[in-house]
């Protein structure tokens, strides 16, 4: 043992002895790393005893120390002593030293500042005591004193201001020296990297070492920003303790000290990694950082990785170095990146045990560490994941497709919405469309949602975002899409919000980009007013507004006029695929009809000079097409470049080359036929299937110049011309003899306002509520027949529906006075009075406060007599159970449905004849009538009742129809009470959207055939004054009443008779449009006029533009274009006048269309004349009962208002008995209105 302790102390003195040696051999051995020069002797003095070890530790000190590294080339201190205290020193040297001054300079400051204070009061004594002389005196060096501080101060606050601009981000000087400044921290971050693979402390050349001098550089440039913040700095003391000024105070003044002494030392350089904290700072900076979150997480994970670089450091240090108090002989040699291993899976509470901390330093730092490190790994880590993982699924960019145009749809997005939309726009019957869509929302998509995307990856992207945000329209390149379409939320319980929401997304797209072509979604009519405030709104350019309050009361209205017309103008906008049906059911014709859409194409030069009915029964014949409509350009020089859209225009209108023609077709392929046809090459073809291109010049030429219609028209939008889309254009024929002649004119009173301003609407003096208003004993009096029901569900709280756009429609000025059917509104008076503002200006209007669901109030309104009920409501968007908004609806439809009347004598059925053109109606033997009249019994029961229900949920159509046997299913289009005209819903005007799209047209000729011709004019009118405006019948406004408008024809009297009876429907539409200028497109047939059961269901349905070989039978009803009747208005008429009274014996005016008997009249049932005797002797006996009748243009100037003359007892018995006679109702009277 004592050889061997003896070994162990001749190792150790061995190691001690000999100087040089011991110094090469240290250095040999640990050239790369921290030299352990101990290591072998601390290994052997563990065999020896305590004292030996102790002795050679206590009397050799200085020989454990000589570590560095010496090399004949580096100058370095020739004992190899650690200098590492010395660049510790000149840190804290100059942190203690600059604090001491700080501190200093405050508190001399403070006593300076006392002191004056008191001097100052000393001074005023005396100044006070002395006298005004003395105190003038003494002024003066005082004055020069504070200016020369003022001076200083100015100055001083001048190099302060400076300062600071230059470290302040606010400039673009300050902003690239901050970003210089933490590039250049990271780049001295980098330098420690390199060099913490080299031992801690080591001899080294300035002049020699590249990283050492640019490290020298870098810090330089560290030391002047330091002098800037230092000067900017407000309160310096703060200053000195920020963490970047204690970064600078450990890092920069070593580099000094290195140079200085010619060697490095690694030290506390890892604190450069405390600069990563202000990362986003700096990215924000950049414009690279915008929203909240991604700033969040970019703070977080600097902090995170700045905290474990900065500790990973200290580590290194630590452990590389040893204690030093145990003369630095327990270090280990560790990497840095050993040292961030060490720290992660500290951080982690892993603790693998691998790499541990052997010196006492690393153990007590890895103490504190633990405490705060895993504090922040177990709240920052899962709240970075967090971020991550919340991060937008949806949040790239689009980025464009060459060739391939794409469009934004926003607003309200959801499944209903988007599948709806997706169904129309991407039919397979619009041709191949090569657009893309981009959905822009910010809620992301919910899974059904996100699937139905995914079925449609080819041609939708869906981004998460909002329009309102200018990033988010840069994202889906809103510069460069084709159009924006914003969908509104039709079920919402608010729909002035709604369409507040809407326009705010049109400004904020406009405002990003005003050339971008919007197609938005209105609830409210009044609302469509604040889009013409948007500066770059424009028609012109393509902007459409599509209402949908307006046009589904437009629709219903339609309706009143032609029952099921509803039904036919959804299904021809909207995409739908044809079924095919071998059973001989309703269902095959109607579906038939379903499977046409409304297209446009330009009219082959070959049709150039021909007339509009020429052409039309051309197309019809020959091409199997159906024109109903043409884009028509002005000759006269003023409007030339305006073009008009004019419906049924007549033969006095030639086509003119390039004339766009709208078309009714199953594909857009067969409307190419129109374009394609040619006289020379296709007059002898039959089948319309072989008209193709042929290669004639004039039509290769028209080609060329005239693009087609299928796509999106930019043509319009590079400077041509079109009708406004947020109103009907004015649709009348310019021709001379149109114009009211001198006779008529020199009638005319300057004095009276029958029409409004624009002369498209019936207008009447605005008249208080009271004076229209029924009471039900008052209605039960006055016998109402041929009228319009509208039951409408409201109360004071409800959202206005706007029934303007109801009654508008019923007042066109294509009626002359008598036809207007007299309109009684059923509800609550006061919903009715918030309504009535715009319901005022209206003749032919009344009032009956009650209920829908009342039967007293029904009967009093004669609900059997009418010629439609309409019902409504205004509370089905106050309710959150979609299946209950309706009640109130399907509650009145089925409660008319069940009330029972008496059958007394016949009158006309609804829903066995057809609304009465005017003029038409037989009402002598010298007026033979184009339009027959169905006989039949009296209504009897509230089933045959023509009712038209306003639905909000589809799926409650299954409710209407106790008998039907459609499954709940079945989509709307296909349930019989869609199909026959008794139920609409808003959902179907979805299709406007993409049809409007495609072509912009489609929405001003649907416009034009539903709200009765509304212009532009009318409607900046409404805009400023929310109400109609009177204005004198001149000319001009007279002429507006020339336009086409919707009738239905019977077949089963009349000249068509001869039709009706098996005869084809292409021998009608001929006859109709040569001999009375009317233009068919449809049927409204008996549900079971193909069977041959004796007691048939008296419900219609719809068929659309049925072919050429179609057999009609005598109960069908056609539906009509027909031309305004200038003379009809010159007689007077019954104000029992409808479609539902039976014919009376009074006289009427020949109609311009009035025809000779057919021989067909002359075989009428001899029942039927009977029957009409009986009427008329019956009527005889009501010869007391006063009757009033009403004229078209009235003697007086003034409106009339409603009255009733009570009814003598007799008469009423009468009326009791008589009751479904509309022959035997005592008329309304109607007296002078001096309001």
Not at 139 to 152: F, N, Q
Not at 604 to 624: D, Q
Not at 1058 to 1085: H, P, Q, S, V
């Amino acid at each position: 043992m004592a050889n061997g302790g003896g070994g162990g102390g001749g190792s150790s003195g061995g190691g001690g002895g000999g100087g040089g040696s011991s110094l090469r051999m240290s250095s040999n051995i640990h050239a790369n790393h921290l030299s352990l020069d101990a290591s072998s002797s601390s290994s052997s003095s563990s065999s020896s005893s305590s004292s030996s070890s102790s002795s050679s530790s206590v009397h050799e000190p200085k020989m454990d120390a000589l570590i560095i590294p010496v090399t004949m080339e580096v100058p370095c201190d020739s004992r190899g002593q650690r200098m590492w205290w010395a660049f510790l020193a000149s840190s804290m040297v100059t942190f203690f030293g600059g604090l001491f001054i700080i501190l200093l300079w405050r508190t001399l400051k403070y006593l300076w500042t006392v002191c004056c204070h008191c001097g100052g009061k000393t001074k005023e004594a005396q100044k006070i005591n002395n006298g005004s002389s003395q105190a003038d005196g003494t002024l003066k060096p005082v004055d020069e004193k504070e200016e020369a501080v003022a001076a200083e101060v100015g100055w001083m606050t001048s190099v302060k201001d400076w300062a600071g601009v230059m470290i302040s981000a606010q400039t673009l000087t300050g902003r690239v020296l901050v970003v210089l400044v933490f590039a250049l921290s990271i780049g001295a971050l980098v330098i420690y990297f390199i060099d913490s693979s080299n031992p801690i402390e080591s001899c080294q050349n300035f002049y020699k070492d590249f990283t050492l001098q640019i490290d020298m550089a870098f810090n330089v440039f560290f030391l002047l920003y330091f002098g800037l913040r230092f000067i900017a700095a407000n309160d310096k003391l703060w200053f000195w303790l920020e963490v970047n000024s204690v970064v600078d105070f450990f890092t920069v003044p070593p580099v000094f000290v290195s140079v200085y002494l010619n060697r490095s030392w690694l030290g506390l350089r890892f604190l450069r990694a405390l600069r990563l904290i202000q990362f986003s700072e700096i990215l924000q900076f950049l414009n690279i950082l915008k929203t909240s979150n991604s700033i969040k997480l970019v703070n977080l994970l600097s902090i995170f990785i700045s905290t474990w670089l900065t500790a990973a450091g200290f580590i290194h240090l630590v452990e590389n170095s040893g204690d030093p108090w145990e003369n630095f002989q327990n270090n280990q040699a560790l990497t840095y990146w050993e040292c961030v291993y060490l720290l992660m899976v500290t951080m982690s509470t892993v603790g693998y045990g691998d790499v541990y901390a052997k010196t006492t330093l690393g153990r007590l730092f890895m103490v504190f560490f633990i405490l705060g490190g895993l504090a922040m790994f177990a709240s920052y880590v899962p709240e970075i994941i967090e971020l991550i993982g919340n991060r937008k699924k949806y949040g790239g960019s689009y980025s464009a497709v060459s060739g391939r145009k794409h469009i934004v749809v926003c607003g309200h997005i959801t499944l209903e919405s988007v599948s709806n939309f997706l169904k129309d726009f991407l039919h397979k019957d619009r041709d191949d469309v090569n657009v893309e869509i981009v959905f822009l929302h910010n809620i992301s998509p919910n899974l059904e949602l996100e699937a139905l995307f995914k079925r449609h990856f080819t041609q939708v992207e869906f981004y998460q975002g909002s329009v309102l945000n200018p990033h988010d329209l840069a994202r889906v390149k809103i510069e460069s899409a084709d159009a924006c379409l914003i969908l509104a939320n039709k079920y919402c319980a608010d729909p002035d919000a709604e369409d507040a929401s809407n326009i705010m997304r049109v400004i904020s797209i406009k405002n990003y980009h005003p050339k971008i072509r919007i197609i938005t979604q209105m609830l409210q009519y009044h609302n469509k007013a604040h889009l013409l405030n948007i500066p770059s709104w424009n028609w012109k350019e393509g902007d459409d507004a599509i209402c949908l309050a307006e046009l589904k009361l437009g629709f219903i209205a339609q309706s009143c006029l032609a029952q099921g017309l509803s039904t036919m103008l959804a299904n021809l906008f909207s995409m739908r695929s044809f079924i095919k049906i071998e059973e001989d059911t309703w269902q095959k014709y109607y579906l038939e009809g379903v499977s046409n859409e409304m297209y446009t194409e330009y009219l082959s030069s070959a049709f150039v000079g021909l007339s509009f009915p020429t052409v039309c029964e051309l197309c019809f014949v020959k091409l199997k097409l159906l024109m109903i409509a043409i884009e028509y350009k002005s000759a006269n020089r003023e409007s030339r470049s305006r073009k008009r859209i004019l419906i049924n225009p007549g033969n006095h209108l030639k086509i003119q080359e390039g004339t766009l023609g709208f078309f009714i077709a199953s594909d857009a392929k067969e409307v190419k036929r129109a374009f394609f046809y040619c006289k020379a090459c296709h007059d002898d073809i039959t089948d319309p299937k072989r008209i193709k291109k042929c290669g004639c010049k004039r039509l290769i030429y028209f080609e060329d110049e005239q693009p087609s219609t299928l796509s999106p028209k930019k043509k319009q939008r590079n400077g041509g011309m079109r009708n406004s889309p947020n109103s009907s254009p004015k649709l009348m024929r310019h021709d001379p003899l149109l114009i009211p002649g001198n006779d008529q004119i020199d009638n005319m009173d300057s004095n009276v306002k029958k029409y409004d301003s624009t002369g498209m609407f019936h207008w009447c003096a605005p008249k208080e509520i009271e004076k229209v208003i029924l009471t039900r004993s008052e209605a039960a009096m006055t016998v109402l027949s041929g009228h319009v029901v509208v039951c409408i569900f409201g109360d004071v709280s409800s959202a206005l529906i706007g029934l303007r756009n109801l009654v508008m429609p019923l007042r066109a000025s294509n009626f002359h006075y008598h036809e207007l059917k007299h309109i009684v509104f059923v509800g609550s008076i006061e919903y009715l009075k918030r309504e009535w503002e715009t319901l005022h200006n209206f003749p032919k209007v009344s009032i009956l406060p009650g209920t829908p669901l009342s039967r007293a109030d029904l009967r009093a309104v004669n609900i059997n007599l009418c010629d439609m009920c309409v019902i409504l409501s205004a509370n089905q968007n106050n309710i959150d159970d979609t299946s209950l908004q309706d009640k109130e609806c399907i509650l009145a439809s089925l409660n008319i449905k069940s009330m029972q009347f008496d059958d007394s004598i016949g009158v006309l059925q609804a829903n066995s004849q057809g609304f009465t053109p005017p003029g038409m109606d037989r009402s002598s033997p010298d007026n033979s009538p184009v339009h027959g009249m169905l006989r039949q019994p009296s209504i009897t029961t509230g089933v045959n009742i023509p009712i038209i229900t306003e639905l909000v949920n589809d799926t409650n159509v299954q409710f209407l129809d106790q008998d039907d046997d459609d499954d709940p299913d079945t989509e709307l289009y296909l349930t019989q009470p869609f199909a026959c005209g008794t139920a609409f819903a808003v959902s179907v005007l979805d299709s406007l959207m993409s049809a409007t799209y495609f072509n912009d047209n489609i929405l001003t000729l649907i416009r034009t055939l539903v709200t009765g011709g509304a212009t532009p004019e009318l409607e900046a009118l409404i805009a400023e004054e929310n109400a109609l405006r009177g204005g004198y019948s001149t000319p001009q406004t007279l002429a507006n009443r020339d336009r086409c408008r919707v009738a239905q024809l019977a077949l089963l009297d009349g000249p068509f008779a001869d039709l009706g009876d098996g005869g084809c429907y292409g021998d009608l539409f001929c006859k109709a449009l040569k001999t009375y200028n009317m233009l068919c497109f449809g049927i409204y047939r008996l549900r079971d006029a193909h069977l041959s059961t004796p007691s048939q269901c008296t419900k219609r349905y719809v068929i659309t533009n049925p072919p050429y070989e179609f057999e009609l039978v005598p109960t069908d009803l056609i539906f009509c274009l027909m031309q305004f009747d200038h003379n009809a208005g010159q007689s007077r008429a019954s104000l029992s006048h409808s479609s539902h009274s039976s014919q009376s014996s009074s006289k009427k005016s020949s109609s311009v269309h009035s025809i000779p008997s057919t021989a067909n009249r002359q075989n009428r049932p001899k029942s039927r004349e009977s029957r009409d005797k009986q009427n008329a002797t019956r009527m005889n006996r009501m010869g007391q009962a006063e009757k009033k009748w009403f004229t078209d243009e009235p003697d007086n100037a003034y409106p009339r208002n409603i009255q009733i003359k009570p009814m003598s007892t007799h008469m009423a018995n009468q009326i009791n008995q008589y009751k479904s006679t509309s022959s035997l109702i005592p008329p309304i009277r109607e007296v002078e209105d001096e309001c």
